[in-house]
């Protein structure tokens, strides 16, 4: 089996249509208004790299979707500690939506490691290219492996944060499928912390897949049951970073953590606070 090769995820039939739906006015008043975050986003040119632009412009991306976000645990993504070096911070999340990316980073601006075809989506690919996201090409040859690695472990090393979704394809709930180790191993090399994220979406209380956006299912109808969502939000829990120089130990303890199966790993020393997220709420809808 070829080193990029990906588990098959979730079907489409996974995603669950919303209940319950806006009215058709209401619909297109989101449609509109995320039209016009959108266009406002590609005006911003260069400035949309800027952490206080992404930010914003994720945020309102979510907000014409009508798609609350909290944000909880142990800090922001990106971890700040007498220990820490100086280093980046790889932030690794289980993998959902297209809509996973939007809402962390309107929780922190980070780099983004994402597959090739997002690149190639309308819109949202010349806005990624434009945040400087990496793209993989999962069809790659296993040599360039290797060399990937390096770079995010170089990345890491000059301090910039970068968000992995190890799992490497979307699943409809947060358990989903094993986080492969590759971008682990670059935090090994790096000296870096990992920063385990669950990302879960609920509708009116209750969990949803609605967000979910799973195997060959087209960008439009998974865009379409998102904004026809009533009550849609997702919650951003940060858990407590880890340290190790075996990305075994690293996968498996990020796993652990993100799915609520607690920690094989010893956790890493006490942050040295950047922002006040812990608990706090930020909703856009």
Not at 46 to 61: I, K
Not at 156 to 176: I, N
Not at 257 to 264: D, P, R, S
Request: aromatic content about 6%; charged content about 20%.
């Amino acid at each position: 089996m070829s080193a990029w090769t990906v588990d098959r995820g979730c079907p489409a039939s996974c995603a669950a249509d919303p209940d319950p739906r806006v009215p058709l006015g209401e619909l297109a008043r989101r449609y509109a208004t995320l039209t016009y975050a959108l266009t406002r986003a590609v005006a911003r040119g260069d400035r949309l790299a800027e952490p206080a632009a992404l930010r914003a412009e994720a945020r309102a991306v979510l907000g014409a979707l009508g798609v609350g976000v909290e944000a909880q645990g142990a800090g922001p993504l990106s971890v700040r500690t007498e220990n820490a070096g100086g280093t980046g911070t790889l932030v690794v999340a289980n993998h959902i939506s297209w809509l996973d990316v939007v809402a962390l980073l309107a929780v922190e601006p980070v780099s983004v490691l994402a597959k090739r075809e997002v690149g190639q989506w309308p819109v949202v690919g010349a806005l990624a290219r434009r945040v400087g996201t990496r793209f993989i090409d999962r069809d790659g040859s296993p040599r360039a492996l290797p060399v990937l690695v390096a770079e995010l472990a170089d990345s890491l090393r000059a301090g910039a944060s970068v968000l992995v979704f190890p799992q490497a394809t979307t699943w409809c709930s947060v358990p989903g499928g094993r986080f492969r180790r590759a971008a682990f191993q670059a935090a090994a090399d790096a000296g870096a912390p990992v920063r385990p994220v669950t990302v879960e979406y609920r509708q009116g209380g209750a969990p949803s897949t609605a967000a979910a956006f799973l195997g060959e299912e087209d960008f439009t109808a998974s865009l379409r049951r998102v904004a026809g969502a009533r009550c849609l939000s997702v919650r951003v829990t940060a858990h407590a970073p880890l340290w190790g120089t075996d990305r075994r130990m690293l996968a498996d303890a990020a796993r652990r953590a993100v799915v609520g199966e607690g920690l094989t790993l010893q956790q890493g020393p006490p942050m040295v606070p950047l922002q006040q997220l812990s608990a706090r709420r930020h909703q856009f809808s």
